[in-house]
């Protein structure tokens, strides 16, 4: 297992502090690989139009942005020769949703002191590159000039582009320098036309876009900005509609052969009047040392590559590629404090309209991925979520304290309080604290850890046997209603349940909404189907609703979860916390292994269970499916038992399918490669898999698995995007893309399965 070195930074590398950023970087002496070594490893070319979404709710492009900005920006194809000299975009995020603001809101217009303007689509050797971290563009005319212009963030609400333009010729070239742009007056979206409600206002130096009060596809106020502003001195005209605009430098300037002339440009989406202010002295500090930000840029950046390479491992370069494009993904998906968000978060995908917030568990997992190449994003991450754990005082559902709710967005009003999500925060803490060392945010963490491990026993364990079931909170959406909306109730007075969504929200809680063995109806003659019992405290009071139904995986989670408390309280000294938690696991273990346990499929399944647990019965017949490692993934599978699922997970007309561990095995009578969770490969799930036969000595299977994972998956090895999910018979990227989860994966599988073997488990409690 290699351990993990911290390296110091030289002050010569010391990483940029702006406000709203992660902390430093740590960058080794000696790079083996720079920016420049993974130049378009993911497409970031667009042609935008009025419509940002399009198949499934989804970007048709890829999105690049930066240090938690909510907008960003893509390449020009070189086929678009209408914005050559302007990087296209902006995509705004209007609050929860996104929207174009414009195809190519700066595009530079150079005239020579003759008049003649300088048509960069003439230009001999076009030439456009998504580097990790920048844009970057040039356009070359042998003899006369080349032209280079380069994005990247400077800051959590500012992008910044660098004109360089180099005169060629033996004679001075005299150039007039302008930008040009243009608006969007409406976006469509969902086969509907919405008014952007935005137009240009004058500002100094350059144009600020203005926009309405409006929320309906996206949300904006009148204090919604964003400003486009000029290191140098410049005059604007607004056109007569204040839908186009041009800045033009107020006296020409002269380029002498062999000295570039250099231009700034900075460019502020903002929510708040505040942030607005916040940003202009943000904005000048940036022009008052105007390298310095692509200095920061290219030293976080190393620091990323350097983390990810720090020694050869002999992994040939298209694989390397891909992690690199998981990065690029999991960053391009970071949100910065705005709204609802106190802390820095991982949205699910920039790229899908629904998925502008944070979820429980991707924010774990998300966690697990990036604390390999930015700890201290990950540490925020957590924070996040847990900004918004519910606590005893909670003056609408104390009944829940300790527990993390499924999901939040901008809108303060926003977020899902119908169900949890499954435990893998303790997880994603301790991946954090070995890869950055911070024992403070251990302590930090600890209490709100150990309080919602606990709320899994007081809400969702329905017979109080210390086995925790999926299911509900307390919640108005979870009661049967009237016409009107009444909340109709029986002769006691008390609420009729509304049975179908409180199973909605436990296979939300589950993470697997529609995976088969939720299925209301059961599966087969013999198979009751899925019920709800009411979970109650010792004053007899509804706390929570749990399915009739003990899961393996989210009872490995839990188990796994116990390792991860014990060393964790180990390393703040806690002894008797530890020695409680390897208590628990104990008489976990031995309950799944004796219940969840089926010898004949070598597999392990489900549990359903009557209300007192005095019955129980295996659900072999809902087919195999991932949770069935999560076992192993946990260490508390007997070597004998682990072999067996092994073969399952090896065999080629079960799980070891094109792209191997679809989430229903090939064999499942509801397999549907295509359906969400009733077959494809999710790769958090494939995670799990091939970590578990690393946990066993399996190595050569799982590193067989991981490269088909990588090897089968459309897009992955290529320029593609990553995936939601894909299917595991095709290879076909399913559902959205850019998905911050799947990266992560991707990002954990190259580092700690085709470099080396090093998987993220519990190493606390003892193999059984």
């Known amino acids: 297992m290699r351990k993990k070195v911290y390296k110091k930074i030289s002050l010569l590398m010391a990483a940029c502090m702006t406000a709203g950023m992660m902390g430093s970087v740590n960058v080794q002496a000696e790079s083996l690989y720079t920016q420049e ?184 106020t009148e204090d919604t900005k964003y400003t486009i502003r000029h290191n140098e001195e410049v005059s604007t005209e607004l056109s007569e509609d204040k839908m186009s605009y041009v800045s033009k430098t107020t006296k020409p300037i002269t380029i002498e052969k062999g000295t570039p002339y250099v231009t700034y440009t900075a460019e502020s989406y903002t929510f708040t009047a505040e942030e607005a202010a916040n940003e202009a002295e943000v904005v000048k500090t940036l022009f008052a040392d105007p390298e310095k930000p692509f200095e920061d840029n290219r030293t976080r950046w190393q620091g990323y590559l350097d983390k990810t390479f720090e020694q050869e491992d002999g992994v040939a370069k298209p694989y390397k590629n891909a992690a690199v494009k998981a990065m690029e993904t999991l960053v391009t998906n970071w949100r910065s404090p705005a709204g609802k968000f106190k802390h820095s978060g991982l949205i699910p995908s920039m790229s899908y309209s629904g998925f502008i917030g944070v979820w429980g568990w991707d924010t774990w997992k998300n966690a697990a991925g990036i604390a390999g190449f930015d700890p201290q994003l990950a540490a925020d991450g957590i924070r996040c979520m847990f900004d918004y754990q519910i606590q005893d005082n909670d003056p609408e559902r104390p009944q829940d304290a300790g527990t993390i709710i499924d999901c939040f967005s901008y809108g303060e009003n926003s977020g899902n309080y119908r169900n949890s999500k499954p435990p893998l925060a303790a997880w994603g803490v301790w991946k954090t604290y070995q890869e950055g060392g911070d024992k403070a945010f251990l302590e930090e963490m600890y209490p709100k850890l150990t309080a919602y491990h606990d709320w899994w026993y007081t809400n969702r364990d329905t017979d109080h046997n210390g086995v925790a079931e999926y299911g509900g909170m307390v919640h108005k959406a979870h009661y049967q209603k009237d016409e009107d909306g009444n909340i109709l109730k029986d002769e006691n007075d008390k609420p009729l349940l509304n049975v179908e969504n409180i199973i909605e929200a436990a296979a939300w809680e589950s ?184 946990n066993y000595g399996y190595e050569e299977e799982a590193t067989e698995l991981a490269y088909k994972l990588f090897d089968g998956a459309e897009g992955v090895l290529t320029d593609g995007p990553i995936h939601e999910n894909y299917n595991p018979v095709t290879g076909e990227g399913l559902h959205t893309k850019n998905f911050s989860w799947s990266a992560a994966a991707y990002y954990m599988l190259y580092e700690d399965a085709l470099a080396e073997t090093n998987p993220s488990t519990q190493t606390g409690l003892e193999m059984k």
């Open 37 to 220: 070594d993974f130049a378009n490893v993911l497409d970031a070319t667009a042609r935008l139009d009025e419509t940002l979404y399009s198949h499934y709710a989804t970007d048709k492009y890829n999105v690049f942005s930066d240090m938690g900005a909510w907008h960003g920006y893509y390449l020009h194809g070189l086929d678009d020769l209408d914005t050559f000299g302007g990087f296209a975009g902006p995509q705004i995020i209007g609050q929860d949703t996104g929207m174009n603001l414009s195809d190519c809101i700066s595009r530079l217009k150079l005239t020579k002191a003759n008049g003649e303007e300088i048509n960069l689509a003439d230009a001999r050797w076009p030439y456009v590159a998504y580097y990790p971290g920048k844009l970057m563009q040039y356009y070359e005319e042998r003899d006369e000039y080349k032209v280079t212009l380069e994005l990247i963030f400077a800051s959590n609400r500012t992008n910044y582009v660098r004109t360089t333009i180099e005169n060629y010729s033996d004679e001075p070239l005299v150039l007039d320098v302008a930008w040009e742009g243009k608006l969007f007056s409406e976006n469509k979206a969902w086969g509907e036309s919405y008014p952007t409600n935005a137009t240009f206002e004058d500002s100094e130096n350059g144009v600020q876009v203005g926009f309405k009060e409006y929320s309906d596809a996206w949300t904006t």
């Open 511 to 694: 993470g697997m909404d529609n995976a088969t063995r939720f299925d209301q109806e059961g599966n087969g003659p013999d198979d009751i189907g899925v019920f709800v019992y009411e979970n109650k405290n010792a004053e007899g009071e509804v706390v929570g609703y749990s399915l009739n139904q003990e899961s393996v995986d989210l009872n490995a989670m839990l188990y796994a979860e116990k390792g991860f408390l014990k060393s964790i309280a180990e390393e703040l000294g806690k002894t008797e916390d530890a020695a409680k938690y390897e208590a628990e696991a104990e008489k976990l273990a031995e309950y799944i292994n004796t219940n969840m346990w089926d010898e004949e499929t070598g597999f392990y399944y489900d549990l359903q269970i009557n209300e007192d647990g005095s019955e129980k019965k295996i659900l072999t017949n809902r087919g195999k499916g991932t949770e069935g490692w999560m076992p192993l993934w946990a260490k508390l599978a007997p070597a004998d038992r682990a072999e067996k699922v092994k073969d399952n997970m090896m065999d080629e007309g079960k799980f070891n399918l094109r792209v191997p561990m679809p989430t229903a095995s090939f064999d499942n009578d509801k397999f549907n490669p295509s359906r969400y969770w009733r077959g494809p490969v999710w790769l958090d799930q494939a995670l799990y898999g091939v970590e578990s036969l690393q």
